[in-house]
């Protein structure tokens, strides 16, 4: 195993977890005497996972997901009768036995054609599962909100289903936090608050829509699967046309950023590599996924100002030049970028320039962030270029601390040094 592999795999803690409450659900439910009371319904809900697991989405911001798989396992796991079948019962082991088999079998298709199997989503679900149905069968059994009677209720059970598909999609999103933080070296702080943000957005849906099937299933039988599968199918199409046309106009804006290179005002590849060097370190640093898509745009396009110039520079290297012209360049990109509209990115343009300390070491509280990420990832690509030497990036990493008491954040400097001996690190 790679080194690099041995550090981004903290997830396997997880996946090792899960596995084993698999095996143990499995064996409980193998072991339960006289089996299954109707096998056609987990059967069903099998399938119907299988299939969501089939039709998953990348959502914006690169996360995978399969809402009709998820809204499934959630039903069956809240499923309080079926129809037809009356002496049906769902319990925690029956229930991720049931998800992990649906899935694994819906993965499989999509493993085929090598788009693999998402064995740090499947750990989730595994683990959200087991806490939805525990709540939900914990509350049946002390009749926590039942009547005078002993009887439920459709307000409190639609309320017991409810709270227990909230408290397991928190415990998906801290699960989904954790691993990101891991993997992408984000602040676990950061992370949380993202994945608690995208749970408003889908989420919302599948546990809407997992609740609803479980409600129906009692009086519908098989029929509450399609009936109310087909609003969120509808919902999971929305997302992914959205998310098409996020990915359609973040390649737009690559292919206009490779303008100052196809006219020769900078090195081939150089807004991409600043682009994802300052993804990195924004990420590192804790910026929100929603900002990051800002600093993304400015990285690429944060030298559009060059093609002002009447000659380029040798290079394309900005940071040799006078203040007053890199200033200018900065500016005169920002009004291209704001005239499309792009107005958080073309802030950050405009003041990607400037000094971190322009006035006898006092710190320019009001510069962004970002902006200081920009021009630290840019002279740092300026300096090393498409080099894969050590030695130089190490020289290029010293010349950046050697001017933090000016014009660099020494925290963005801190931030960019770490990725970079990472890097070289995985490079043998």
């Not at 193998?30 to 039709?55: H, K, R, T, Y």
């Not at 920002?334 to 802030?347: D, F, K, T």
Request: proline share 5%; with cysteine; net charge negative.
């Amino acid at each position: 195993m790679s080194r690099r592999t041995a550090e981004i795999r903290v997830a396997v803690p997880l996946q090792v977890a899960a596995g084993l409450v698999v095996i143990a659900s499995v064996a409980i439910t193998a072991a339960q005497p006289g089996g299954i009371s109707d096998i056609q319904v987990p059967l069903a809900f099998a399938g119907f996972i299988a299939v969501g697991e089939i039709l998953r989405i990348v959502l914006p911001g690169g996360r995978q997901a399969a809402p009709l798989a998820s809204a499934g396992a959630l039903a069956f796991a809240l499923l309080p009768g079926f129809h037809g079948a009356d002496a049906f019962h769902v319990s925690v082991p029956l229930a991720v036995s049931v998800v992990t088999f649906g899935s694994v079998i819906g993965a499989v298709p999509r493993t085929l054609v090598g788009r693999g199997l998402h064995l740090d989503e499947l750990a989730r679900r595994v683990f959200s599962t087991a806490v939805a149905a525990a709540i939900f069968q914990g509350l049946l059994d002390t009749h926590v909100v039942s009547t005078a009677s002993g009887t439920w209720t459709g307000t409190a059970l639609a309320l017991a289903m409810t709270a227990a598909a909230i408290v397991a999609a928190c415990v998906d999103a801290f699960l989904a936090a954790f691993v990101r933080s891991g993997e992408d070296h984000v602040p676990l702080r950061t992370a949380i608050s993202d994945e608690f943000r995208a749970l408003v957005g889908i989420s919302s849906a599948i546990a809407a829509t997992g609740v609803l099937i479980a409600l129906a299933a009692p009086k519908m039988g098989f029929w509450a699967l399609p009936v109310f599968a087909i609003p969120l199918l509808l919902t999971q199409f929305s997302f992914r046309r959205y998310a098409t046309i996020d990915a359609t106009y973040l390649q737009t804006i690559r292919s206009l950023s490779k303008v100052t290179e196809v006219g020769g005002y900078n090195e081939t590849g150089h807004s991409r590599r600043v682009s994802r060097l300052a993804v990195s370190v924004g990420r590192e640093m804790g910026i929100p996924e929603r900002d990051l898509v800002d600093l993304e745009y400015a990285a690429l396009m944060h030298d559009i100002g060059q093609l002002s110039l009447p000659q380029p520079i040798p290079g394309g290297t900005t940071t040799i030049l006078a203040a007053v012209d890199q200033r200018r360049i900065a500016e005169l990109g920002a009004v291209v970028i704001r005239e499309a509209g792009m107005e958080r990115a073309a802030l950050i343009v405009e003041r990607q320039s400037d000094p971190y300390r322009p006035h006898r070491g006092q710190v320019d509280h009001d510069l962004p962030l970002e902006s200081r990420i920009v021009k630290v990832a840019n002279a740092y690509d300026d300096f090393v270029g498409a080099s894969l030497e050590s030695d130089r990036k190490l020289q290029a990493i010293e010349r950046l601390e050697l001017a933090v008491d000016r014009d660099y954040d020494p925290a963005v400097v801190d931030v960019l040094a770490r990725i970079v001996e990472r890097q070289t690190e995985y490079a043998y």
